[in-house]
């Protein structure tokens, strides 16, 4: 991080393990984050002391592998259950304090990488005093930090590289194409969740198309854009077939007077059809539209985001699809009206001339419906996916394609414990 020519830094490739570079960089960016609980007194004196441990001008010092295996490690094994024991005593104030459940989570993980005992000695008191500099954060460059409430400028100015985004969909009798491009048609009849992570919540309710059909649609869709104190207030959206609204439940139409309450918005080009929803503190877009009496649900979100989730919260359509025993077979083996096969494929043809899942879900339909108003539904969820996905390549999927299924557990520890620590200082 520092200028050419400079002795290595701890904080640099060439110093230490890239978990604990991201996790002090931006600990140091969180000083003009706020919290009703004393999570940020626990950062603060997590920081300072592991700035401690850059003393010497060793790359190697902060290396250390097992526990007790060196000097450094054996420093940070201290400073974090210093850290680990700072929390468990705020953590009556601090129940249900988003920052703070980050914080454990991350400590764990860098426990966990350092092979750090959970027993030992901890790191002496850090000295009194201020440990942020001035009003707000400031960059080792002196320059601003960036926006708290813009991921994408902040995420490219951490890692100088843009961040990564996943896009899923649910339309039609619904048909749910996952984050790892799993294509699914589902019966999930009731309230089912599509996202459920730290930062969003998003529920569909079904109901079957026709008295005793197996297939459903969705008729109505809540979403939860959870509390982030310096970006929104908690803010839920709630559409039903027949009432899209471009408001938020309060009658809001952005994230409230916070400061970053700019930061979550709503739009809407054809009032009572199609509704969009920016929100830019956690890079996701939201798109909801009604056509032939069902809502359909498209979303394009930072890859962090979408892994923000525990093992408590595993059951996400939009994570692992359909459950197995929810799962219905695209090829109709009865139907409503008088419209035929070739005559549903031929209404498909005219907007999806590639026979791809969204050709095949939007015949599935129009047949199980009777209603030749569905193929609107199937083309406007490819478009959101030609829209939405980083890469184009996967936007046409096919029966022989497999993804694999988002889960915590898939992803490095570093990631982990860096993202849990951007979370922290965003709040």
């Not at 002795?7 to 960089?25: D, R």
Request: glycine fraction near 10%; include cysteine; proline fraction near 8%.
């Amino acid at each position: 991080m520092g200028d050419p020519g400079q002795s290595p830094s701890p904080w640099s490739p060439h110093g230490s393990p890239p978990t604990l570079s991201i996790l002090t960089l931006l600990l140091l960016l969180c000083g003009h984050a706020y919290s009703q609980c004393k999570i940020l007194r626990c950062n603060a004196e997590y920081v300072s002391s592991t700035l401690s441990l850059r003393g010497g001008g060793s790359p190697g010092a902060l290396r250390g592998g097992g526990r007790g295996g060196g000097v450094g490690s054996s420093g940070l094994c201290r400073a974090l259950r210093s850290y680990a024991l700072c929390t468990r005593r705020t953590a009556r104030t601090c129940r249900g304090d988003l920052a703070f459940h980050s914080a454990v989570h991350g400590i764990e993980d860098l426990m966990i990488q350092h092979n750090c005992s959970r027993q030992g000695p901890t790191a002496p008191p850090p000295p009194r005093g201020p440990v942020f500099p001035g009003a707000g954060p400031i960059r080792a460059s002196g320059s601003p930090a960036p926006d708290p409430c813009d991921y994408e400028g902040r995420f490219s100015r951490l890692h100088r590289q843009p961040p990564g985004f996943l896009h899923c969909a649910s339309f039609g009798d619904p048909h749910v194409r996952t984050f790892h491009h799993h294509f699914h048609t589902c019966r999930v009849q009731g309230a089912w969740p599509l996202l459920d992570n730290d930062f969003l919540f998003v529920q569909a309710t079904s109901s079957p198309v026709a008295l005793g059909a197996n297939a459903t649609t969705t008729r109505k869709l809540t979403i939860i854009f959870k509390n982030m104190q310096e970006c929104i207030d908690q803010k839920v959206y709630q559409a039903e077939v027949d009432n899209l609204p471009a408001a938020f439940e309060d009658g809001s139409i952005n994230g409230g007077d916070r400061p970053g309450g700019s930061s979550l918005s709503i739009q809407t080009a054809n009032p009572g059809s199609h509704v969009e929803i920016r929100a830019a503190y956690i890079g996701t877009t939201i798109i909801i539209r009604q056509t032939a009496g069902q809502l359909s649900f498209s979303i394009r979100v930072a890859e962090d985001v979408a892994r923000a989730f525990s093992a408590e919260q595993d059951l996400q359509l939009c994570v692992g699809g359909c459950p197995p025993s929810q799962r219905l077979s695209r090829s109709v083996r009865s139907r409503r009206g008088t419209i035929t096969i070739d005559t549903a494929r031929q209404l498909c043809k005219e907007g999806l001339p590639v026979e791809d899942a969204y050709f095949h879900s939007c015949v599935f339909d129009v047949l199980i419906s009777g209603d030749p108003n569905f193929t609107v539904a199937a083309q406007a969820a490819l478009e959101d996916a030609r829209a939405f996905l980083p890469d184009l390549e996967k936007l046409h999927l096919f029966p022989s394609d497999a993804g694999v299924p988002l889960s915590p557990a898939t992803f490095p520890a570093p990631l982990l414990s860096g993202l849990f620590v951007l979370w922290l200082c965003i709040q």
